[in-house]
């Protein structure tokens, strides 16, 4: 079996831990909310709608991703991914001005100003329930629309 069959730890771990949030009410009643609208790239693929859970902010665990990532299906949501984020004033005071690594994948600065009008953050993508053909933690991803919302 080659190597790229093989899915990262990380990877894993966020199926195990979000399986339970394909039904976006589920997902509600966890305390995650939609943030912003649809993401599309700029000039390709998109990320899809983020649920954002804002107690999970400060944490970084593997089963505790800060965002849920949601492909519109007609008049339903898809689970895609997640999204790992912290703030990076908080994390850099605290852990000697090195980013966050989680299981090995390392998290990457977003500097305002920046889309999203927030303030430096880290973060990382895992694209746990839709194929990536650039990278599973890859921010971008091709397979992934906006375009198919009912």
Same mark, same amino acid.
């Given at each position: 079996m080659a190597d790229a069959q093989v899915p990262a730890k990380l990877v894993k771990e966020v199926q195990d831990a979000t399986r339970k949030y394909f039904n976006v009410n589920d997902a509600r009643k966890a305390g995650y909310g939609p943030f912003l609208g649809c993401v599309t790239g700029?000039?390709?693929?998109?990320? +899809?709608?983020?649920?954002?859970?804002?107690?999970?902010? +400060?944490?970084?665990?593997?089963?505790?991703?800060?965002?849920?990532?949601?492909?519109?299906? +007609?008049?339903?949501?898809?689970?895609?991914?997640?999204?790992?984020? %912290?703030?990076?004033? %908080?994390?850099?005071?605290?852990?000697?001005? %090195?980013?966050?690594?989680?299981? +090995?994948?390392?998290?990457?600065?977003?500097?305002?100003?920046?889309?999203?009008?927030?303030?430096?953050?880290?973060?990382?993508?895992?694209?746990?329930?839709?194929n990536n053909p650039n990278g599973a933690f890859v921010d971008w991803n091709n397979k992934v629309s906006c375009e198919h919302g009912g």
């Open positions: 700029p000039d390709h693929g998109a990320m +899809g709608i983020h649920y954002v859970n804002g107690k999970l902010f +400060g944490k970084l665990e593997p089963d505790q991703p800060q965002a849920l990532i949601y492909e519109p299906e +007609g008049n339903r949501l898809r689970l895609v991914g997640v999204e790992f984020i %912290t703030d990076a004033k %908080t994390w850099l005071k605290t852990h000697h001005n %090195t980013p966050p690594v989680l299981d +090995g994948q390392v998290l990457q600065l977003v500097p305002a100003p920046n889309r999203f009008n927030l303030p430096d953050f880290f973060e990382i993508h895992v694209w746990a329930w839709r």
